[in-house]
């Protein structure tokens, strides 16, 4: 609490304010442990009187729902732009599921480090999911050409995961080691983005393992069924060889 309650109206209802601040922890930890004091004190209130948490805490959760939809048709966007490169539904769903690992990942990465869900932690989120979706992209493509050159489903979706195992790896490295400082929180305000390096690296350690060995999986089961259902279908009746020799040729001199 950081000042005295202050008698004042709000809406023409009188209400008493009461301010807070943070300090030393993250705005959603705080919150989260006020929101069961103001559900046993709003029992003990008397009739007609109501607690309401405002200030930050509705921004932050006005911003979680502007968030969660951005990061929904960002998905959304994302799927229909790779449609178009790729001129395929197939290859783009693929790509897609590596961001199921960078979601896991960055559940993880909060629960292992107690730390709540807040906005640096959904913009972190976010950035997982694009560095995710990115090394996908490399894989996926790399096993596109080596199964346009006529390797097996199997083999190319193997020779991409090893092939492209380095970048992928040295790409999510790179970011991990860059977020760790803010991950620890060091410094004046630090722990209030330490919440997005958290979520970053949580998100990529288990979407780097989705990406090489998912999605080849992934890539090489669908692309598989492809072929088998290619070479189920009935063929056109075209006429052979030796029947086409069998025709007589008449012309006219």
């Known amino acids: 609490i950081t000042s005295q ?12 304010d009461v301010y807070g601040g943070v300090a030393a922890r993250d705005l959603g930890g705080v919150i989260s442990d006020i929101k069961p004091i103001i559900a046993q004190a709003q029992k003990n209130a008397p009739r007609g009187t109501n607690i309401v948490l405002r200030g930050q805490a509705s921004t932050m959760n006005s911003s979680f729902t502007g968030l969660s939809i951005g990061m929904l048709g960002a998905i959304v966007l994302i799927y229909l732009l790779l449609v178009v490169n790729f001129q395929s539904w197939l290859d783009p769903f693929i790509i897609l599921t590596a961001l199921t690992g960078a979601l896991a990942g960055v559940v993880w990465g909060l629960h292992v480090t107690s730390t709540t869900l807040s906005v640096p932690a959904m913009m972190g989120a976010i950035m997982s999911l694009g560095v995710a979706t990115a090394n996908s992209v490399l894989v996926v493509t790399f096993a596109r050409i080596h199964l346009q050159e006529g390797k097996t489903p199997s083999q190319a979706a193997w020779e991409a995961g090893t092939g492209r195992l380095r970048p992928v790896i040295m790409t999510a490295t790179a970011m991990v080691i860059g977020m760790f400082p803010m991950a620890l929180g060091l410094g004046d305000g630090g722990e209030q983005n330490a919440p997005l390096g958290r979520a970053v690296i949580g998100g990529l350690i288990l979407a780097t393992f989705a990406t090489l060995l998912f999605v080849p999986v992934v890539f090489s089961l669908l692309h598989r069924q492809g072929v088998a259902t290619a070479a189920t279908e009935p063929k056109e009746n075209v006429p052979s060889k030796d029947l086409a020799e069998a025709i007589p040729v008449t012309s006219n001199i």
């Open 5 to 16: 309650p202050i008698y004042s109206h709000y809406n023409v209802i009188p209400v008493v």
